[in-house]
T-cell receptor
Framework: GDSVTQMEGPVTLSEEAFLTINCTYT??????LFWYVQYPGEGLQLLLK?????DKGSNKGFEATYRKETTSFHLEKGSVQVSDSAVYFC???????FGKGTRLSVIA | NAGVTQTPKFQVLKTGQSMTLQCAQD?????MSWYRQDPGMGLRLIHY???????DQGEVPNGYNVSRSTTEDFPLRLLSAAPSQTSVYFC?????????????FGPGTRLTVT
């Protein structure tokens, strides 16, 4: 079946540092790829998505590019803020299969 | 729109008790699903439904039952709770089961089984 592997956390960064969270997937066909974010005590929210190869999803300064040749969908942000502290989940569809999540802590 | 709602928010059960976790959505979504979230395990799919009257098993269905009598509601039943079912449960819905559509998540139910 489909599976998603993302880098283990936790990741601790200083404010304004560059963020990369790696994600690779195994799937048949051409899945859609997603990044979800979970803030403390809340449910998951969609952060960005890409539905075909070479698509770039972006939102709130975060970006991820659907790379079919490397089966990857790495999440990046050029300058993180304290408010970005959360758990980030990579997922592929469908039905949705999630990675185990990466906890990000940003310190001022 | 209220989106996806779940009740209760917190629940404590004794081993062997039964209960139903409620989930409802007001977006006329066809596809609904239940996940459990455990530390270090991410989210794992329990059951899902592609429309009223149609349900199927996910990755970890044992110990859980579901039904989908209406488009709006997708309750999750624990017939005989076990400590291994201590977890946070999330319900989600999507416009369709097509892979292009993102899912919307409820706020979660934190269940403890003693």
């Amino acid at each position: 079946g489909d599976s998603v592997t993302q880098m283990e956390g936790p990741v601790t960064l200083s404010e304004e540092a560059f963020l990369t969270i790696n994600c690779t997937y195994t799937a048949t066909g051409y899945p859609s790829l997603f990044w979800y974010v979970q803030y403390p005590g809340e449910g998951l929210q969609l952060l960005l998505k890409a539905t075909k190869a070479d698509d770039k999803g972006s939102n709130k300064g975060f970006e991820a590019t659907y790379r079919k040749e490397t089966t990857s969908f790495h999440l990046e942000k050029g300058s993180v803020q304290v408010s970005d502290s959360a758990v980030y989940f990579c997922a592929c569809s469908a039905p949705l299969v999630f990675g185990k999540g990466t906890r990000l802590s940003v310190i001022a | 729109n209220a989106g996806v709602t779940q009740t209760p928010k917190f629940q404590v059960l004794k081993t062997g008790q039964s209960m139903t976790l409620q989930c409802a959505q007001d977006m006329n979504h066809e596809y609904m699903s239940w996940y459990r979230q455990d530390p270090g395990m991410g989210l794992r799919l329990i059951h899902y439904s592609v429309g009223a009257g149609i349900t199927d098993q996910g990755e970890v269905p044992n110990g859980y039952n579901v039904s989908r009598s209406t488009t709006e509601d997708f309750p999750l039943r624990l017939l005989s709770a076990a400590p291994s079912q201590t977890s946070v449960y999330f319900c989600a819905s999507s416009y369709s089961s097509d892979r292009m559509y993102e899912q919307y998540f409820g706020p979660g139910t934190r269940l403890t089984v003693t």
